[in-house]
Each structure stands twice: as structure tokens, then as C-alpha cells.
């Protein structure tokens, strides 16, 4: 930021009637490091100033106060600016270790709100690899509305209610025991959902039964009621290991089932708006006025039923009533993307003014060693798996490299909980990636624990030093530096960039070139020579140590100190 900025009062100096903010606008950063750091086009000045821009660009340089740079030069139509390494050097470094960890901290959100609706799975089932998308991810998007100064809401919008968990009741009174269901809560309540179904194609009179439980929920009968919570109670639990391991928490469970009492109120509001149809005994909302190629919104079924959409408009103003929401987020896999649309489509009907400020953020599909992930058929492969295996592999990496080390079995946690999330987050948001446990947990190349171990690196040249680092004397060899400190100036940026992005992987990315960058210039340097560059050394180690770990901190990955 303090490079732009003497950039920008440099060039408002000799050009006082062009406005600034098209002058900041114009500012680029050369590819070609041999062009400066920072360089701005004349062309656009050449009609105004009536001039070829060689020519422009070569009378700025010689009115150009260049006191604050190492050198500013013409080439071509170009202004090219060499930054002071030295004075960015020691401003980057300085302003890192005031801040600590909240480097980066941006105020653009003021305290408002961002509602997330996250995670989200379906109770009475296995958490799928696409709500660990939606979990991590959504994660990850409210701790960086957090840093740029927005108030995140975690939204945990479970899949509690629908017509399946009257299949499931009618199962479990059939074939099922409370013995068994305690034993092993989800596996259990799969398989009798799956058996439900099996025995369903064979005598379709279960489905009726089926129905008739979820009427006998619907109408608050108190043994359907029981057996409902109870189940609920129990997948809850069980997501929770798997959120704890990963360092989630929310700030709302309210699901599906809690809209029910809401409602009647949003059919009655679509009424009165003229928005509701009948088509074949349902009621929908025609939507060709907003976009003609979205399906109507379904709103309720011809038995009367409401459905997914429903609860979903009744959560929306809900949301807004409740949080006063600047942004309302969902982050949901890619295939409900229509139904996001119908959703917006709904409230901009019912002339929400806020409706433009619900967003879906779609993700990509995961598969796993080439498979994908399905839940209706047996063949899962469940979430707990997966971390458990990605710690065993972590452990023993750890007990190779570092076998004296303490407390391994916590780090291995850290760091295979840590690669899984990392691996999830590099990825741009939409692309659809498969999943090799091995290569995602290695210690090498571009995953989570090589980030984790470059910071770990860090700390313990910072040990080593055992004294504390200070910001008065900070020379460093600038050719060796250079590169580490231009990333360790740009991570604010990058954290806007992030979050107006919805894009995570902008900070894993981030923090594998910062990573890189250093174990660059750590395998060429002797950082604890004592010498007069010492200080200067271990104050650029320490600066990147609090950035990576704040890297890390935002992507929900944990950064151990050792490892
Ligand atoms: N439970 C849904 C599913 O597993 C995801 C819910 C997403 N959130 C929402 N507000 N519709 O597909």
C-alpha cells in the first residue's frame, strides 16, 4: 500500500489537473522486474496534453521528485519506478511486527453483517465430501469477512425436514432398535433409509406409509416428534466431531425444520403480491419476468406440502430481519445453482430491495481416487475416513523427519486435518479436482504442510536467536530479500482481493509463493551470523512466521510450531 501511495503523491505532483483516483487506477505492476516495481502508461494522457506519449513520459521523468525511489526512468511511453528497497523494507517489516496478527486487518465491512450458510448437511446421513467443500469454504469466507472488517454469522442450515425422515421413522419402528441406532447413530439411520428403499420398489404401499409419518410430524405427533429430535440430536453430535476436528464452530444450527412455523407467513406475503399460481394442484411463482429461461418456483406441492424453496424464502427474510445483513452468502455445490437463481428471483418479485445482496457461492465437484462421493448407494466414503488417514500419513512424516519431537500425535492432527482443508481451499472455487490422500499430505510441493513447515521452520530459527527481534536496525541484503518482502507488503491486498473474490484459494496460493519465496532465501542465507544484518535477518523471518500463520489462520489451518 505505502508503495503505491508514494507513487501516486509522485505523479499528482507534476500532473495537478488529471484527477488522482484515474492516476491510482493507472498504476500497474510490470511483469518484467527489470521494467521497476511499479509503472504508469501515458497514453491516455496524450490527447489531453496533446503530445506523442514517448515524449510525455520522458518530460514527467525529469519533473519527477525521485528523492523517494531508487531510480525513476522513461522507457517508451512508460514511467517505470525502482522503489527504495531499503525504506519499503523497513516500513513492510516494521508496520508486520506492531500489527502481529492482525496484519492485513481491513475496515471496509464496518461491523456490518454477512449471514454464511454453510455446511449444511442432511441429518440421518454421512457428511458428504460436498458439504466438507461447503464447510471449509464457508469457513474460510467468514474469517476473511471477519479481517476485512465485516461481522460473519455461520449459518449451519441442516437438511432436517422433509418427507424422507417419515420414510425413516416408518424404517426404524419396522426394522430398527434404539440399541443399535445408539451404538453407531448415522450408519445406522443409512442403512435403514437404504433398506426403506430397497423394499419400497419391491411393495410401493411403504411409500404411503412413508407419507403418513411425515403428516404425523408435520402435525406434531409426539412419538414422530420425539423420534425426529432424537435423530436430529444424534447427527448433530456426530458432525460435531468432525467440526471440532476441523476448528468449526457456528453461529446458528437453526435447519430446515425451523422455518416450519415461518412459513404461512411468506405464502399469505406471495399472495398478496399476486405472485401465486396454481399449475396441476401446486402453487408456484412464474419467474420468465425476471429471466425467461428459470423454471417457476415451486412454493407448494399439490398435497399441500411445502418443499425446500420455501424454506428457503421463509430463511432468507428470516436472515434479514434477524442480522440486518449487508451480504447474505450461500455457499452450496454448483448442481443447485437454478434453485439460487428461482430463489433470487422470488424475493426481487417480492420487491426485497435487498435481494441483490443474496449470493450463491457455487463450488466445484471433489472425487475421491476418481470416485465421487454418493450417499444414496452404500459405497461412501466417509469424512472421518479421510482424516483419519490423512493423520497417519502425517505422523508418519513427522516421525521420520523429526522423531524427538513432543506432543506428535497432535501436530499429526494439525497438520492431516490442516492438508485436507488446504488442499480443498487451492483450488479455484469452481473447479472440479480429485483427491489423492498422499499427495495432499506431503510435506513437499504445494500443499497445506509445506506452508506448515515453512512456518515451523521459522519459529525455531526465532528459538534458536532467543533474543527478541527489533525494528530499530533492520538492514538486509536487498537482492536476496526483495521478493519475500514484496509478498509480505501485498498480503492486505490480497485479503481484499480474497474476500470481493469469494475466493479463498487466493490465500493459499498467496501463501505458497510467500513459502517458497523464503525457503529461497533461507537456503542461501545464514540467518543467525552475528553480524550487523542479524537483527534485520530474524525481523524478516519473524514478519514472515506472523504472515503465513495469519495466512493459515484465515483458511482454517492450524500452524504448529514445530513439526
Ligand atoms: N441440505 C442441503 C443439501 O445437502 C444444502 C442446504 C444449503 N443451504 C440452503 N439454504 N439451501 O443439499
Known amino acids: ?63 519527477i521528485d525521485d528523492s523517494a525511489f531508487e531510480k525513476v526512468q522513461a522507457t517508451g511511453p512508460y514511467i517505470n519506478f525502482f522503489l527504495n528497497k531499503q525504506a519499503v523494507t523497513a516500513d513492510t517489516l516494521t508496520t508486520i511486527l506492531a500489527a502481529g496478527q492482525s496484519y492485513g486487518q481491513q475496515d471496509t465491512g464496518q461491523g456490518r453483517n454477512v449471514t454464511i450458510d454453510m455446511s449444511s448437511p442432511n441429518i440421518a446421513k454421512p457428511m458428504s465430501m460436498g458439504h466438507l467443500r461447503s464447510t471449509v469454504i464457508g469457513n474460510a469466507l467468514a474469517n476473511l469477512a471477519n479481517k476485512n472488517g465485516y461481522q460473519a454469522v455461520k449459518i449451519n442450515h441442516l437438511g432436517d425436514w422433509g418427507t424422507q425422515f417419515g420414510k ?18 448415522i450408519a445406522t439411520l443409512l442403512k435403514y433409509y437404504v433398506t426403506f428403499h430397497e423394499k419400497a420398489k419391491a411393495d410401493p404401499a411403504l411409500d404411503d406409509e412413508g407419507r403418513a409419518w411425515f403428516k404425523k410430524l408435520e ?36 435447519g430446515e425444520a425451523f422455518y416450519n412455523d415461518k412459513m404461512d407467513a411468506v405464502v ?53 430481519q434477524t442480522y440486518d445483513f449487508a451480504k447474505s452468502l450461500y455457499v452450496v455445490g454448483g448442481e443447485q445453482r437454478e434453485h439460487f437463481q428461482q430463489l433470487k428471483a422470488v424475493l426481487e418479485l417480492m420487491d426485497f430491495p435487498w435481494a441483490k445482496d443474496v449470493e450463491h457461492i457455487p463450488f466445484g465437484l471433489i472425487t475421491f481416487n476418481g470416485k465421487k462421493m454418493s450417499t444414496r448407494k452404500g459405497d461412501v466414503v466417509l469424512l472421518k475416513d479421510v482424516l483419519d488417514d490423512a493423520h497417519e500419513l502425517a505422523l508418519a512424516q513427522i516421525q521420520e523427519k523429526n522423531p524427538t519431537l513432543a506432543n506428535q500425535d497432535q501436530v499429526a492432527e494439525e497438520v492431516g486435518a490442516g492438508a485436507v482443508v488446504f488442499h480443498d481451499l487451492m483450488n479455484d472455487r ?11 499430505v506431503r510435506f513437499e510441493g504445494d500443499t497445506g504442510p509445506y506452508v506448515q513447515y515453512t512456518n515451523a521452520r521459522a519459529q525455531s530459527i526465532l528459538r534458536k536467536a532467543g533474543v527478541a527481534v527489533t525494528t530499530e536496525d533492520l538492514h538486509l541484503d536487498d537482492e536476496r ?24 484459494s487466493v490465500i ?27 537483527n534485520g535477518r530474524l525481523a524478516l523471518v519473524a514478519a514472515v512466521s506472523t504472515t503465513l500463520t495469519e495466512a493459515l489462520a484465515l483458511l482454517g489451518v492450524q500452524a504448529p510450531a514445530e513439526m
Do not use: C
Open 168 to 185: 425413516l421413522i416408518y424404517a426404524y419402528k419396522t426394522w430398527g432398535s434404539e440399541e443399535e441406532v445408539r451404538q453407531d447413530p
Open 481 to 504: 530479500t526483495w521478493e519475500t518482502v514484496t509478498l509480505l507488503s501485498k498480503f492486505p491486498e490480497t485479503v481484499s482481493r480474497a474476500f470481493e473474490q469469494r475466493e479463498p
Open 268 to 320: 399469505t406475503a406471495l399472495s398478496e403480491k399476486g405472485l401465486l399460481e396454481s399449475s396441476q394442484g401446486a402453487e408456484i411463482v412464474d419467474l420468465s419476468s425476471i429471466n425467461e429461461h428459470l423454471t417457476p418456483a415451486m412454493i407448494k406441492r399439490s398435497d399441500g406440502a411445502t418443499l425446500y424453496m420455501t424454506r428457503d424464502l421463509a430463511a432468507a427474510i428470516y436472515r434479514k
Open 430 to 440: 469452481t473447479n472440479n479436482f480429485d483427491f489423492k490422500l498422499e499427495e495432499v
Open 1 to 63: 500500500m505505502a508503495k503505491n501511495e508514494a507513487v501516486l503523491a509522485a505523479l499528482t505532483a507534476v500532473l495537478p489537473d488529471v484527477d488522482e483516483a484515474s492516476i491510482a487506477a493507472r498504476i500497474e505492476t510490470p511483469k518484467d522486474q527489470t521494467k521497476g516495481d511499479l509503472a504508469f502508461p501515458t497514453f491516455t494522457l496524450a490527447k489531453t496534453l496533446r503530445q506523442a506519449p514517448q515524449q510525455i513520459a520522458a518530460d514527467l521523468v525529469a519533473k
Open 219 to 254: 402435525d406434531g405427533d409426539p412419538e414422530a416428534q420425539r423420534l425426529w429430535a432424537w435423530f436430529r440430536q444424534e447427527s448433530l453430535k456426530e458432525f460435531t466431531e468432525i467440526y471440532d476436528r476441523l476448528h468449526i464452530q457456528f453461529d446458528s444450527d437453526n
Open 508 to 534: 493459499a496460493k498467496y501463501a505458497l509463493s510467500l513459502a517458497r519465496a523464503f525457503n529461497k532465501y533461507y537456503a542461501n542465507s545464514k540467518i543467525l551470523t552475528d553480524d550487523a544484518g542479524r
